[in-house]
């Protein structure tokens, strides 16, 4: 589904992706867990075009993201993304924020598009909350209608940038419930994540990157309980003993 091969990216002279290569098998969820700096965000928005890339391929469902030829916004419209801050509009609604791109790109009737808003919006307990607006909504909330809003485009792939990283503690349960919800439809999932227990508990692969690389690629259980590379020894000898 998602196919990376030799990826390079460069900020002036700091390279922040190096020879990067992964592939995403469809109805996987792969996470993607480092050091700050490793290049995890920069890698994730790479996928839909958010980061250009130097070098490289970068294919989802088959379609060259990077390449000059391909209609980006039709590309996008098939991958949902979910950034840490929300980036809700706080003068629409909650139903209004999930329903106005289908209505606005792919030509949904209002009505269709709001109904449809709706229901995904009750699937991630909001029930209550169609007509309140992000002011009146706790983080956690405005998270789960952020994920609402990416579903509704009906996307082949979704990528989560640090979805709880700007939450506090106690709200950070009902997204990680989310993205296991949807989990369980089979989506195919990026994630970048700090959250160590949710990653070994509902991903397929933990990718972890230092520096730049992908340094090891493993199923949860033998990544957390015995890494192959000295920097991942380290790295998990610090998060899961604070």
């Known amino acids: 589904?998602?196919?990376?091969?030799?990826v390079s990216k460069s900020f002036?002279?700091?390279n922040v992706l190096k020879?990067?290569?992964l592939e995403v098998p469809e109805s996987h969820i792969y996470a993607l867990i480092g050091p700050s700096g490793a290049g995890k965000s920069t890698l994730i928005r790479s996928i839909n075009a958010l980061e250009s890339i130097q070098a490289g391929e970068i294919?989802?469902?088959g379609i060259s993201v990077h390449d000059s030829k391909t209609d980006i916004n039709k590309v996008r419209s098939n991958i949902g993304f979910v950034f840490q801050s929300f980036n809700l509009y706080p003068h629409l609604t909650a139903v209004e924020n999930v329903a106005i791109a289908s209505i606005?790109?792919?030509k949904v009737a209002k009505e269709e598009a709001e109904e449809?808003?709706?229901k995904l919006l009750t699937s991630l307990g909001l029930g209550e909350?169609?007509?309140s607006y992000p002011g009146q909504l706790s983080g956690g909330q405005q998270q789960r209608v952020a994920?609402?809003?990416?579903l509704a485009m009906d996307p082949k792939v979704m990528l989560f940038d640090e979805p709880t990283s700007a939450l506090d503690p106690e709200m950070i349960k009902e997204v990680l419930d989310a993205i296991r919800h949807l989990a369980s439809t089979g989506m195919t999932m990026v994630v970048v994540t700090h959250e160590m227990g949710f990653a070994r508990e509902i991903c397929n692969q933990i990718v972890f990157m230092a520096d730049g690389r992908i340094v090891e690629i493993a199923p949860p259980e033998q990544f957390f309980t015995n890494p192959q590379t000295d920097r991942a020894k380290d790295f998990l000898s610090k998060v899961l003993n604070h």
């Open 1 to 6: 589904m998602i196919q990376i091969k030799q």
């Open 12 to 14: 002036g002279n700091v």
């Open 19 to 21: 020879d990067i290569h």
């Open 59 to 61: 294919l989802v469902d």
């Open 104 to 106: 606005q790109v792919k």
């Open 116 to 118: 449809k808003a709706k």
């Open 129 to 131: 909350k169609f007509a």
């Open 147 to 150: 994920i609402a809003r990416a």
